[in-house]
Structure formats: structure tokens, C-alpha cells
């Protein structure tokens, strides 16, 4: 079963038992499927899916941290049901332990390296990390990494 088969089944059930917020956050990703594919004109690849609803799990994290900030609690419980909600989707992601250790190693194999080569490395790890790590993490701890050689 596809992750959109998946997601149209636990729409029919959500709607089937009436919970809201599932049913909200499953159209909004059906949503957000239905335009992407309307600007290419093509069918929607697996790594194309886990890129938008990677997207829309990054999004709401930035809303509750917003929400937060402005002092709306229930705003930021909403976006934080739907997170989970979308997390469903996504594979499971690496603690900040797991990624130190794969950054260790890749910059054990590479060698000398300074902070110019920072953007290389970056988007090495990324590419290998793909879907199971935060950018965000990924940056901070490479960019700590790197200073201390």
C-alpha cells in the first residue's frame, strides 16, 4: 500500500469516526499533493511525497514555535496535534546522538577539512540522511564539528 492510499484510507476512517483535526490535516496534505502535481503535470514520486509532507511537518514545527512565542498555547497545542499527526507519515527520525555519530564518521573518512568546505560536506550528509534527519541538527552539529578541528 502507498503512502497515498494510506492517507486516503485513514481519511475515509477519521471521517468515519468523526476526529476533526485528523481529517483537517490529511486533506491539507491531500492538498498540498494535489498542487504539486498540478505544477509538474506528472504523478508524484516517493521521494517527491516524503518531501511535502516532510515540508508540512516542518511547517507546523515553525508555527508552534511562533505560537509559543505569542503567547497562544492553544494555537500551538492544534499545530502540535497535527505534527504528530503528520509524523504518521514520515520515516523514523534520527536522535541528535544518532546524526553526531554519522557526522563523526563521514568526517573521519574525508579527513582535513575546514569551514569552506562546510556547503560540500552539508549536502553530502543530507543526501545520505535524506528524510530521517532535521537539516537544522544536522547544520548545527557539522557546523560545531568542524570548529573544533
Known sequence: MSILDKIDTDL???????????????????????????KTGEDLTGDQIMEIISRAAKRRRESIKEFQKGNRQDLAD?????????????????????????????????GDISQKDFG?????????????????????????KIEKK
Open 12 to 38: 475515509k476512517s477519521a471521517m468515519k469516526s468523526g476526529d476533526s483535526i485528523r481529517v483537517e490535516t490529511l486533506k491539507m496534505l491531500k492538498s498540498d499533493f494535489s498542487y504539486e502535481k498540478g
Open 78 to 110: 492544534k499545530e502540535a496535534s497535527e505534527l504528530a499527526i503528520v509524523e504518521e507519515y514520515l520515516p523514523k527520525q534520527l536522535s541528535a546522538e544518532e546524526i553526531e555519530k554519522h557526522i563523526a564518521g563521514k568526517l573521519a573518512g574525508l
Open 120 to 144: 560540500r560536506v552539508m549536502g553530502e550528509i543530507m543526501k545520505e540522511l535524506k528524510g530521517t534527519a532535521d537539516g537544522g541538527i544536522v547544520r548545527s552539529i557539522l557546523a560545531e
